[in-house]
């Protein structure tokens, strides 16, 4: 088990890790992939900055706490997506929804539940000796 899930993380690590680098370096066009449209230099590098590194940082924890077999680094990804998935729950509340907006949602939740998953099943700290 340990082992699948150390597979299925990195798999998700590098996904991410993708995206962030295909924001570096086509933000404009992935933006429309994520319905985004930047307006002007200022829009762009929003995208290019903002994505990138949530991407980046996602996968790169997801990467460094599997292979390094610490879960405390899984944390991370799991309340940058679990933030994200919370977010886009409340736009569905308040503005409704559009085609296409339940997968999104669905790899949110999917990347918060692995990360969960391999936090406990890695070894890890106790969020209380995090948290003092």
């Given at each position: 088990m340990r082992i699948i899930l150390t597979a299925v993380l990195f798999l998700a690590g590098l996904f991410n890790l993708f995206l962030g680098v295909s924001f570096l370096i086509d933000p404009a066009r992935l933006g429309a992939a994520f319905n985004l449209s930047p307006v002007g230099p200022g829009g762009l590098a929003v995208l290019r900055a903002d994505l990138t590194a949530f991407f980046l940082v996602a996968g790169g924890c997801q990467l460094w706490g599997g292979w390094r077999r610490n879960g405390d680094l899984l944390l991370v990804p799991a309340l940058l997506f679990g933030i994200a998935f919370t977010g886009r729950a409340i736009s569905a509340?308040?503005?409704?929804?559009?085609?296409?907006?339940?997968?999104?949602?669905?790899?949110?939740?999917?990347q918060v539940i692995l990360a969960v998953a391999a936090w406990r099943v890695l070894p890890h700290h106790k969020i209380s000796e995090i948290a003092n």
């Open positions: 509340a308040l503005d409704g929804t559009a085609p296409g907006f339940a997968m999104p949602m669905a790899l949110e939740a999917a």
